[in-house]
């Protein structure tokens, strides 16, 4: 909604009031656990779906789409309710005593067997889960994730087949002239898209 109201594809008051909306409704009616919320709900309920799971990953990106509308609207409602939303997110509970991220939770098997251990779109939701005021990993989480290199025809970088899972954090996170002690994260998924480019 940010997006498409800076593009002109939505009013930028109407798309406020959808934010604001969507917004309420997470922090009300919105089935929840911990702060994260189920893969499908009902859209009139906000209740869990069949025996879908809490998803670690679809509720940080929700959560940094939060963020980002909070941020860009400058409204005073909006800004309570994205950090009321990112604040309540426990994610040392979704770390289950590792320090990897779970994929998820169901009520029935408790933490689903895998884990966000490798580089991915992830990103993003490391580095809420870091920066979190409340529940906050450690940078030790950060350091762990596997960053596995490799090379497809001239493009070399660190691997991770589908090409969403290089972009999606880009949408929330400028990634410019930034790196750390693994990698500058621009260049690799500039890399990735040439790769993949050059694949098709």
Known sequence: LAAGAERGWIGKD??????KTTLEFFSGKMESEHGFFYHFVDMETGKR???????????????AGALTAA???????????AKKLYERADWKWMANGS??????????????????????ESLVMYILAMGSPTFPLTAESWTAIRRT?????DYELILSP???THQFSHAFIDF???????????KNSVQATLANRQFC
């Open 99 to 120: 320090l990897f991220l779970s994929m998820g939770w169901t009520p029935e098997n408790n933490f689903l067997p895998h884990a966000w251990s490798d580089y991915n």
């Open 149 to 153: 290199r490799g090379k497809y025809k």
């Open 71 to 81: 941020r860009y609207f400058e409204n005073p409602e909006i800004k309570g309710l």
């Open 49 to 63: 779906f069949r025996d879908s799971e809490l998803s670690s990953i679809d509720t940080a990106l929700f959560l």
């Open 176 to 186: 410019r002239n930034k790196r750390d002690a693994f990698a500058d994260y621009f």
């Open 14 to 19: 109407a798309a406020e009031a959808q934010v």
């Open 162 to 164: 589908p090409l969403f």
